[in-house]
């Protein structure tokens, strides 16, 4: 029942929270914040990247998307916990810790300099993506954006995702499905409900449905890992990893205390080697042995429609009583995502036979486009569309005072900000509340003069991702579906 950073991250890091160091646009490095000082470094726990080191204290407590600079930090005792030192130990050439001979020099010689900067930002699916530790190939950004809204997923749904792998498209998921918590009173807390502060002003509205993830992955050690990191980041209570090999054993889960042995699902992404063979366990009543049998072989079955026609109790021998996994108040939607077009034509082959309707294909081939304002000389802005390249000397030099100058304002504000960080970091040790940073910059000029806006495209298409093809099971319609809908329309 606890809040993710992923769905509400709040305005600012907060201590063992999850925070993404951006280094570069598509360097991203995860790290749970911790104001800890139980570590080699003076500092506390420290991140170190190539662009110089980070200590935690410094990225407590900022607003997200704030710039961070790197830090001189201590490692002088590094390794060493017996030789560890308090700041004020810093001070003075004499001994700092009884039995060692370091002095002020030598811990300048150790230290690290800082050379550089990175940004801090939230924990979101999308900067997950990026900097997850990868067990297998994952779904990127583009590619789930368009499968969750062409799946049309909603807050309140329920998704069945196998298999699950690094948990990037597991995360997105949750996101999109996520209406609120359903705590262990069984009351529904929605964030909208709440102010930021997490206080719930209007009484707590009970739902019959919180939207849910059900993640089934067959490797053992990969589902263990997802279920460890989606407990570390405030998820448990939406996602459920389940170690499974869903060909064999189908999406019915075993009856628990509070969790539906159905995953009453509405979307299904499928992931997998075969998604074809998954499928028999994925109707609302148990498919014919012949249509399973013509799955499992991949023949093409005679009979364009088996849903429950031939219906036989050896179907599906290792269930016996079948427990449909869908939604049966809903259509139900499908996405199943394959490298190759035989194994397009295999699951395509096998939706048909189930009943599956509006079956498609999809390819995504994503493209990137850079924008940016192009920089341009005094002298230029005033040339803008009469001959803006016939940079003249003059103008040449003109440009270079300019940035200069820029990088003067630049490297004064940079040096500022730097002394701030380590006034906030010890105001923060001593256990005063930090002041957000103020708004930057104000009065100070403009770093960079507003350009041209140009853009650029990627030469060539670096991958083909996947195919995906989409499908619809209608919604389960009963006889007395029928007698209801035959009184109401006549
Ligand atoms: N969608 C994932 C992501 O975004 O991180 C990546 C999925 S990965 C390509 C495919 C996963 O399917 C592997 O982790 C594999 O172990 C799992 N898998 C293969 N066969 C399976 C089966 N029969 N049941 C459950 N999972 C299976």
Same mark, same amino acid.
């Given at each position: 029942?606890? *809040?993710?950073?992923?769905?509400?991250?709040?305005?600012?890091?907060?201590?063992?929270?999850?925070?993404?160091?951006?280094?570069?646009?598509?360097?991203?490095?995860?790290?749970?914040?911790?104001?800890?000082?139980?570590?080699?470094?003076?500092?506390?726990?420290?991140e170190?990247?190539?662009?110089g080191?980070?200590? #935690?204290?410094?990225?407590?407590?900022?607003?997200?998307?704030?710039?961070?600079?790197?830090?001189?930090?201590?490692?002088?005792?590094?390794?060493?916990?017996?030789?560890?030192?308090? /700041?004020?130990?810093?001070?003075?050439?004499?001994?700092?810790?009884p039995?060692?001979?370091?002095?002020k020099?030598?811990?300048?010689?150790?230290?690290?300099?800082?050379?550089?900067?990175?940004?801090?930002?939230?924990?979101?699916?999308?900067?997950?993506?990026?900097?997850?530790? #990868?067990r297998?190939?994952?779904?990127?950004? *583009?590619?789930?954006?368009?499968?969750?809204?062409?799946l049309?997923?909603?807050?309140?749904? #329920?998704?069945?995702?196998?298999?699950?792998?690094?948990?990037?498209?597991?995360?997105?998921?949750?996101?999109?499905?996520?209406?609120?918590?359903?705590?262990?009173?069984?009351?529904?807390?929605?964030?909208?409900?709440?102010?930021?502060?997490?206080?719930?002003?209007?009484?707590?509205?009970? /739902?019959?449905?919180c939207?849910?993830?059900?993640?089934?992955?067959?490797?053992? *050690?990969?589902?263990?890992?997802l279920?460890?990191?989606?407990?570390?980041?405030?998820?448990?209570?939406?996602?459920?990893?389940?170690?499974?090999?869903?060909?064999?054993?189908?999406?019915?889960l075993?009856?628990?205390?509070?969790?539906?042995?159905?995953?009453?699902?509405?979307?299904?992404?499928?992931?997998?080697?075969?998604?074809w063979?998954?499928?028999?366990?994925?109707?609302?009543?148990? *498919?014919?042995?012949?249509?399973?049998?013509?799955?499992?072989?991949?023949?093409?079955?005679?009979?364009?429609?088996?849903?429950?026609?031939?219906?036989?109790?050896?179907?599906?021998p290792?269930?016996?009583?079948?427990?449909?996994?869908?939604?049966p108040?809903n259509?139900?939607?499908?996405?199943?995502?394959?490298p190759?077009?035989?194994?397009v034509?295999?699951?395509?082959?096998?939706?048909?036979?189930?009943?599956?309707?509006?079956?498609?294909?999809?390819?995504?081939?994503?493209?990137?486009l850079?924008?940016?304002?192009?920089?341009?000389?005094?002298?230029?802005?005033?040339?803008?569309?009469?001959?803006?390249?016939?940079?003249?000397?003059?103008?040449?030099?003109?440009?270079?005072?300019d940035?200069?100058?820029?990088?003067?304002?630049?490297?004064?504000?940079?040096?500022?900000?730097?002394?701030?960080?380590?006034?906030?970091?010890?105001?923060?040790?001593?256990?005063?509340?930090?002041?957000?940073?103020?708004?930057?910059?104000?009065?100070?000029?403009?770093?960079?003069?507003?350009?041209?806006?140009?853009?650029?495209?990627?030469?060539?298409?670096?991958?083909?991702?996947?195919?995906?093809?989409?499908?619809?099971?209608?919604?389960?319609?009963?006889?007395?579906?029928?007698?209801?809908?035959r009184?109401?329309?006549?």
């Amino acid at each position: 029942t606890s *809040p993710s950073p992923f769905l509400d991250p709040g305005t600012h890091s907060a201590p063992n929270s999850l925070g993404i160091l951006q280094l570069r646009r598509d360097h991203l490095i995860p790290t749970v914040l911790s104001s800890s000082t139980d570590s080699d470094y003076v500092e506390g726990k420290v991140e170190n990247t190539r662009f110089g080191s980070f200590p #935690h204290s410094t990225l407590i407590g900022q607003p997200w998307g704030t710039q961070i600079l790197a830090s001189v930090v201590d490692t002088g005792s590094r390794g060493s916990k017996s030789k560890k030192r308090k /700041r004020g130990d810093t001070e003075g050439d004499s001994p700092s810790t009884p039995g060692t001979h370091e002095t002020k020099r030598d811990i300048a010689k150790a230290a690290i300099a800082s050379s550089g900067f990175v940004h801090l930002v939230p924990p979101t699916p999308e900067t997950w993506t990026l900097c997850l530790p #990868h067990r297998t190939q994952v779904v990127y950004t *583009p590619d789930y954006s368009y499968i969750l809204q062409r799946l049309r997923v909603r807050p309140g749904d #329920h998704i069945i995702e196998a298999g699950a792998g690094s948990g990037s498209f597991t995360h997105a998921a949750v996101r999109a499905v996520f209406n609120g918590y359903l705590g262990e009173d069984g009351m529904f807390d929605s964030p909208k409900n709440s102010d930021r502060d997490g206080t719930n002003h209007i009484l707590k509205k009970k /739902r019959s449905r919180c939207g849910r993830v059900y993640s089934y992955e067959f490797h053992a *050690p990969r589902a263990k890992q997802l279920r460890a990191e989606i407990e570390e980041h405030g998820l448990s209570s939406l996602v459920r990893v389940i170690n499974r090999d869903v060909y064999e054993d189908g999406f019915c889960l075993d009856s628990e205390a509070g969790i539906d042995s159905a995953p009453d699902a509405d979307v299904i992404f499928l992931d997998l080697p075969a998604p074809w063979l998954a499928l028999k366990h994925l109707t609302r009543s148990r *498919p014919s042995t012949a249509v399973v049998k013509s799955i499992t072989t991949y023949s093409n079955p005679s009979t364009p429609s088996a849903e429950g026609s031939e219906s036989s109790p050896q179907a599906l021998p290792t269930e016996k009583l079948f427990r449909s996994p869908l939604n049966p108040n809903n259509a139900v939607r499908i996405c199943t995502f394959s490298p190759c077009i035989e194994q397009v034509t295999k699951t395509v082959s096998a939706l048909r036979s189930l009943g599956w309707l509006e079956i498609g294909m999809a390819e995504i081939l994503s493209k990137r486009l850079e924008v940016r304002r192009e920089r341009i000389g005094l002298q230029e802005e005033g040339l803008r569309g009469a001959n803006a390249s016939a940079a003249t000397v003059s103008e040449a030099v003109q440009r270079l005072r300019d940035v200069e100058g820029r990088a003067k304002v630049f490297h004064g504000l940079q040096k500022e900000k730097q002394e701030e960080i380590m006034r906030r970091a010890e105001t923060q040790k001593r256990g005063e509340k930090i002041e957000p940073f103020k708004e930057e910059n104000k009065g100070k000029g403009k770093l960079y003069k507003e350009g041209r806006l140009v853009h650029r495209t990627e030469p060539e298409l670096k991958t083909h991702t996947s195919y995906l093809v989409f499908a619809i099971l209608p919604r389960q319609w009963t006889k007395e579906d029928e007698e209801k809908a035959r009184k109401k329309w006549g």
